[in-house]
């Protein structure tokens, strides 16, 4: 394990400052040096070529040391292999095993929200169509009724929401589905209803996963036509089981869900329920459209929803390249990272979730994804907040941390991650990650340590105490 902590001096403050102001004075011209100079001039109270005029940097001099000492103490405690990468404003504040690849778990998360915002775009909605054989006559549908899935992840029953660990969870209602139905006029539906989920690949998970994860929620069988993430027989009430649900098969149980809801609306349905295809050259009867794909990004992130990742991961394969894989879905992740000029060293990427254990990052492509992001960016917003929302709601608590770190979580048997930003004492934000694998018995309080001494950076001191003085 490599440690390279920052090291700077007020000295080369000084150097700094003096390059920065020497060089634009060399820039400007005689006559722009006579604009300047015309009329009375303000009299500067701080030296021109003081370091206070370039405050970060003065700050760093000051506090990146005791800082470095800080984390270098409580990271010798650690167990297992660890990487750290802490920045501000791009200046490296502090190091350690920074190209080190490292599995990542959800963290990995972060590039796959990158590539979906990149490729499938922020304001898109995706759209659930409901599509018969033939034009409905009189509100009466003559045949079956196809619902058609596109990979929206998040429709869910009343009852289903109830179950959620999470109570602030974003979901869509799939009962709104129903009420588009009706909305259409529909009152009779001769034949059956039929769940149709053609439009992304239908392995349900990816065979590199431990079978385990088939079990306890851990992500559900993927499909372009979920409801309640595919797994449960909740209709509108947690106590009634679909008896119609098909175990493995989620187009049967959206299907079997929609005929529900259908007749507790009054809609006659002659037939039962399946999986299937929708006709070809269909009537469209009723659509419903998703939240945009910057609120399913947001709601991965805050939830570290895996079933989320692994959909938008199929999504972002088949707008890139026409296939809806995950393989397609992790190369064009890939490709997107490039494009903003971020190096691969060290990414093994075999998902979209971080569920793989064979998945590896560097702490270091981490923070350079996060320091890429525009203000205002829906993974910045959408980052869990300590001790409030998401994946940390829970997670420091009643510490300095809780409302100043916001950051995606990462958590296998042997992996604990962390990567985000924190609000330091001084100065302005850290973007920060840290990876450790290993088997601390702290669990995710390894990484929740580093939170808590990320916002003592600057040992009190604030940067308006280092700006220059106003002139008189």
């Known amino acids: 394990m490599t440690v390279e902590p920052n090291r700077s001096f007020p000295k080369l403050a000084l150097i700094a400052a003096a390059t920065v102001l020497l060089g634009v004075v060399g820039t400007l011209g005689p006559a722009t040096l006579a604009d300047a100079v015309s009329g009375p001039a303000p009299v500067p109270v701080t030296p021109v070529l003081s370091a206070r005029r370039l405050p970060e940097v003065l700050l760093g001099a000051a506090a990146d ?42 963290t990995i998360k972060l590039l796959t929200a990158t590539a979906a915002l990149d490729i499938i775009g922020a304001d898109t909605r995706l759209v659930t169509r409901l599509v018969s054989a033939k034009e409905p006559s009189a509100g009466v549908v003559d045949g079956d ?29 799939f009962g709104a589905v ?43 069988p993927l499909s372009a036509l979920l409801v309640n993430d595919g797994q449960t027989g909740f209709s509108d009430h947690p106590e009634k089981a679909n008896a119609e649900r098909k175990p493995g098969d989620p187009p049967a149980l959206a299907a079997a869900t929609l005929r529900t809801m259908l007749v507790a609306r009054g809609v006659r349905v002659g037939g039962g329920s399946s999986s299937g295809v929708a006709p070809p050259d269909p009537h469209e009867v009723a659509t419903y459209e998703s939240l945009p794909i910057r609120d399913i990004v947001g709601e991965m992130l805050t939830d570290s929803d895996n079933t ?21 879905g992790v190369q064009a992740t890939r490709d997107a990272l490039v494009a903003r000029g971020i190096g691969l060293d060290g990414l093994v990427m075999v998902d979209g979730s971080g569920l793989d254990p064979t998945n590896r990052s560097t702490c270091r492509l981490l923070v350079e994804v996060l320091q890429q992001l525009p203000p205002g960016s829906p993974i910045t917003e959408h980052l869990a907040l300590a001790g409030r929302t998401g994946t940390l709601r829970k997670r420091l608590i009643n510490t300095a941390a809780a409302g100043k770190v916001r950051a995606k979580t990462g958590t296998l048997s042997m992996v604990n991650a962390l990567a985000g930003f924190a609000e330091p004492k001084a100065g302005s934000e850290l973007t920060f990650t840290m990876i450790e694998n290993g088997s601390d018995p702290r669990g995710s309080g390894v990484t929740d340590g580093l939170a808590e001494r990320l916002v003592t950076y600057g040992d009190g001191r604030r940067v308006d105490t280092l700006v220059p003085a106003p002139a008189r």
């Open 178 to 220: 129903a009420d588009a139905v009706v909305a259409a006029g529909i009152t009779e539906i001769t034949g059956s209803i039929v769940g149709d989920d053609v439009a992304l690949d239908r392995t349900r998970w990816n065979p590199s996963w431990p079978s385990r994860y088939q079990i306890g929620g851990v992500v559900a």
């Open 145 to 173: 009724l196809t619902i058609v899935g596109s990979g929206d992840p998040l429709l869910v029953t009343a009852g289903y929401k109830q179950s959620l660990e999470d109570p602030d969870q974003v979901v869509e209602d």
């Open 65 to 106: 040391p005791k800082f470095s000492e800080s984390l270098d103490s409580y990271l010798k405690g650690v167990a297992g292999t660890t990487c750290v990468s802490v920045t501000q404003q791009g200046r490296v504040v502090y190091s350690r095993g920074a190209t080190e690849p490292l599995a990542p778990a959800s």
């Open 308 to 328: 989320t990742a692994e959909i938008l991961t199929r999504l972002i394969g088949r707008e890139a390249s026409g296939s809806a894989s995950t393989s397609a």
